[in-house]
């Protein structure tokens, strides 16, 4: 699970959830002018209260952080665990609108309404909890300021090549690999250029001074492409690099992964578990 891919949409039902597991150990009825001896019950000593507001409630927000932790959906018997997640929210928030309108039920419909308990602190609690949750599981894929990320990005480190390779080094692109330079030791054999000699290739004749020098052979150009680090503000799917439209991995927002080629429009990106694949979609990315 990744935990940088979660929103701030997440983090409202994270904190919502948090408020209706305080909600519960709170008393569920109040009533006016009763002493401070008179023990109210709390939703842990009612069932139907426990199991349709409570643990419906945060077993639906667990399954939605969790879902969307992810990078691929996870799915029970052909149903997405966050949309079942989203429904279970939605039924914890119907079950605690009922409980605050009749607290007691049934059992206040044949005597008189006077002096009749009322919905107390911790089933209004546990309403505004499932409301919120349930507003924040649907509005997060509708509204942007939702779909940012929760957590920011940490700071990248110095980009490297593919590879691992460090800059100016052998592999790394654009760099040109000069033999005999400064600290590199000749091969067995190989004769030094005198004062009026040019250095030739292996099995070349030397050349004499005033001799017209040949034509240099034309260096390859260094590749205008660097590697670098970037993050996306959205999960996007990551294609196989095969040109199919097989998706192999979904990069998630607040997550630092190295481009490593560009392939048209696209990047070849290369995923922390190192898989490779091709990003299509690449507007609005944030380069390290």
């Given at each position: 699970m990744n935990i940088r891919s979660l929103t701030r949409g997440d983090g409202v039902v994270i904190g919502a959830a948090v408020l209706l597991l305080i909600a519960s150990f709170l008393d569920i009825y109040s009533l006016d002018g009763a002493p401070d001896s008179v023990d109210f019950p709390n939703s842990w000593e009612s069932g139907p209260l426990l199991m349709s507001v409570v643990l419906?409630?945060?077993?639906?927000?667990?399954?939605?952080?969790?879902?969307?932790?992810?990078?691929?959906?996870?799915?029970?018997?052909?149903i997405d665990l966050g949309q079942f997640g989203i429904a279970a929210t939605v039924l914890a928030a119907w079950?605690?609108?009922?409980?605050?309108?009749?607290?007691?039920g049934g059992a206040d419909n044949g005597g008189s309404a006077a002096n009749t308990p009322s919905a107390g602190i911790g089933l209004i609690l546990s309403l505004v909890a499932t409301l919120v949750m349930a507003a924040a599981a649907i509005a997060t894929p509708l509204v942007p300021a939702l779909k940012g990320a929760l957590l920011?990005?940490?700071?990248?480190?110095?980009?490297?090549?593919?590879?691992?390779?460090?800059?100016?080094?052998y592999g790394y692109p654009g760099a040109q690999q000069q033999p005999g330079?400064?600290?590199?030791?000749?091969?067995?054999?190989?004769?030094?250029?005198?004062p009026g000699q040019q250095q030739q290739p292996y099995g070349g004749q030397p050349q004499q001074a005033g001799a017209p020098a040949p034509?240099?052979?034309?260096q390859p150009q260094a590749a205008d492409f660097s590697p670098f680090w970037f993050a996306v503000p959205v999960p996007r799917p990551l294609f196989a690099e095969d040109g199919s439209q097989a998706q192999i991995a979904e990069l998630a927002p607040g997550t630092w992964y190295l481009a490593v080629e560009q392939r048209g429009p696209g990047l070849v990106a290369q995923t922390q578990d190192g898989r490779r694949g091709v990003l299509q979609d690449t507007s609005g990315i944030q380069r390290g």
């Open positions: 419906a409630g945060i077993i639906g927000a667990v399954l939605i952080v969790v879902s969307r932790g992810t990078a691929q959906p996870r799915k029970v018997a052909g079950a605690a609108l009922g409980n605050v309108f009749d607290p007691l920011g990005a940490p700071r990248p480190q110095q980009p490297q090549p593919y590879g691992g390779q460090p800059q100016q080094g330079g400064p600290g590199q030791q000749q091969p067995y054999g190989a004769q030094q250029p005198g034509q240099a052979a034309a």
